[in-house]
């Protein structure tokens, strides 16, 4: 397993996490991406860390908090072997205060947390969304005092804007406060918008990509392919895909797919393991969340760390899933002298 350091942060992080939405299956649409138990669960963590992957990742909202439940009890024994992730944000809970980022509602949440996670401290805490009703310096000033309180160790954001992020950094950086130095990100082949603003503001300001769904919700798994029906017991058709279809440009998707076949041909290994791989090679990317419902789907994702796809290879990918980039970033791609884009190769 590699480690790679997040963001500005001195913490090594694997460049795989493993991801425990699939814990609980507390309602239709996260049964749809699985209903792991404590038994399981237990199994799938002590598989992870034997093959050196010790981040895991949650959220107070997966399964209503029965996510965090079933990792706390898996994690038994363990807790000073591994790193948690969780978050909050989202709705949760009832009453006029159960979502948010407001100071007195992260202080509830993070004391719900740890109590569900049967831990004494959270080692990165996301912010899940942004909350645009609440002040910045609120939430800073408040995950800046959990820290001081020793609760959690590290900050992060996740699907925030780019105005998000930038503003956070600079308020935080304005009163000395500790920094968001992790972004959990959706990224993929199948959708690369990331790579417009998010990743260059990545680089410049130290802020390491936390990437979900490489897969695309399961759609670069494998399943797919050109001129064939769609897979009936994939998370897509079972409505727990939370990537939109109209965010999917069809045509370009199975060019997608087509490269990815003909790479995965190439090197011996699945077209998943391929996508993965990609996305490990991508500038910013510190670490990729995996799900697995099972353990053979989780002994094959791990198999996509400890080889490279080549350059050429990469290149291929490239070109079969690129699409035209919106207003402001087609006009700055014009000059890119003044604008340069990633170092991706």
Known sequence: MEYRQLGASGLEVPVLSFGTATFGGGNDFFKAWGSTQVEEATRLVDICLEAGLNFFDTADVYSQGLSEEILGKALAGKRDKSLISTKATFTFGDGPNNQGSSRF??????????????TDYIDLYHMHGFDGNTPVEETLRALDDLIQSGKIRYIAASNFSGWHLMKSQAIADK???????????????????????????GLDQKVGAIVWSPLAAGRLGGKYRRNQPLPQDSRVAQGGSPIPEAVI??????????????????????????????????????????????EAQLRQNLEAVGWNLSTEQIKKLDQASEIPTIYPYWHQRQNLKLNPLPKFY
């Not at 949440?109 to 109590?115: A, P, R």
């Not at 087509?258 to 510190?286: C, F, H, M």
């Open 175 to 201: 009163y000395g406060w500790n920094k968001y130095v992790g972004h959990q990100v959706y990224y993929s082949l199948a959708n690369r918008e990331y790579e417009w603003e998010l990743m260059p503001l």
């Open 249 to 294: 440009n069809e045509e370009v998707f199975y060019n997608t797919i087509d490269a990815l076949y003909e790479v995965a041909e190439e090197t011996g290994k699945t077209v998943a393991q391929v996508a993965i791989n990609w996305v490990l090679q991508r500038p910013t990317v510190s670490s990729i969340i995996i799900g697995a419902r099972n």
């Open 105 to 118: 509602r992260l202080i509830k949440q993070v004391e719900g947390s740890l109590k569900r996670l049967n």
